[in-house]
């Protein structure tokens, strides 16, 4: 009841931000340090570049994440990669000191992400959708959609204030099928920012050059110079866009423009939080404009 009143009120009052400065305010949840750079690293570029503020949270410190190294040591050097990715695309970087590889959705981490999302005063939450072959990543939507209402409720995690304005929630791009393929609502064409993105991941050295190479037996196709590496990286990531977001670029971009793009990153609004309408999101997302 109280849940549906507090909706319905959020949902009447159309405001494109929390504040009235005209900054839009993004914050993006990743299990991992690299996850976020992966699934919205060029459109986190395009809203630094148009001056709104971007942060990037991994909910773990990503201490599990390499063959030959783990514990303290790794979680410190993946820190600084991805403090050095953040700043290479002009994005704040987070990185909470959670177990790789242990996630749960405890009302401890779900407290930690409400204070972040309440602190950075967002108007947009991104996440993962919680079916994912990855535990952490599960976890991680599950944990962002607990947090989606408790965001605006006073008495929850109370030594932080609450929102007075429920954020828009969406999910990252994935392939998973069950129980329900993605659905494109957002697309955003990357092409302009895509060196800046693959920079982003080169600086997850530990990573894209180490860890998920050996993970799919091919370390030894990985360069040694860095600037031949990162061609590498960039072919490695660059992947032919799907027809339903080639659909959704042609409804935000019109079918000419969307017929160009080669890169994009696709977004789906969460029934959680609020919802937006198409001119919602079209002053959401500014660089649709
Ligand atoms: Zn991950």
Same mark, same amino acid.
Not at 241 to 248: D, E, F, K
């Given at each position: ?20 400065? *005209? ?38 410190? *990503? ?8 514990? *303290? ?107 329900? &393929? ?30 998920? &190479? ?76």
């Amino acid at each position: 009841m109280l849940k549906l009143f507090a909706l319905s009120f959020l949902c009447a009052v159309v405001l494109p931000a929390q504040d009235s400065d *005209g900054k839009i305010r993004v914050i993006a949840f990743g299990a991992h340090p690299d996850d976020c750079d992966i699934r919205a690293g060029g459109t986190a570029a395009k809203f630094a570049a148009l001056g709104h503020p971007v942060k990037f949270v991994s909910v773990t410190n *990503g201490d599990a994440g390499h063959q030959s190294e783990g514990g *303290g040591a790794l979680a410190k050097r993946r820190r600084a990669e991805a403090i050095e990715a953040g700043r290479r695309i002009g994005v704040t970087y987070e990185v909470l000191d959670n177990h790789d590889g242990e996630l749960l959705p405890t009302v401890d981490v779900r407290q930690q992400i409400i204070r972040r999302i309440r602190q950075w005063n967002a108007d947009i939450v991104l996440a993962p959708r919680p079916n994912d072959y990855h535990p952490d990543h599960r976890y991680t939507g599950v944990l962002v959609q607990d947090a989606a209402y408790m965001v605006v409720v006073p008495n929850v995690t109370a030594d932080t204030p609450p929102l007075r304005k429920n954020p828009v929630f969406m999910y990252y791009e994935d392939g998973f099928q069950r129980p329900q &393929p993605f659905r494109p609502d957002v697309a955003i064409a990357i092409d302009d920012v895509f060196s800046k993105k693959i920079d982003a991941l080169d600086a997850h050295q530990s990573q894209f050059y180490e860890w998920l &190479p050996w993970v799919d037996g091919r370390l030894e196709d990985v360069p040694k110079d860095p600037a031949e590496r990162k061609k590498w990286l960039a072919g490695q990531r660059g992947r032919p866009v799907s027809p339903a977001i080639r659909g959704t670029l042609e409804k935000w971009y019109g079918k000419e423009k969307a017929a160009q793009v080669r890169d994009a990153e696709a977004f789906e609004v969460c029934e959680y939080g609020r919802q937006p309408k198409e001119e919602d999101l079209r002053k959401l997302f500014p660089m649709l404009k």
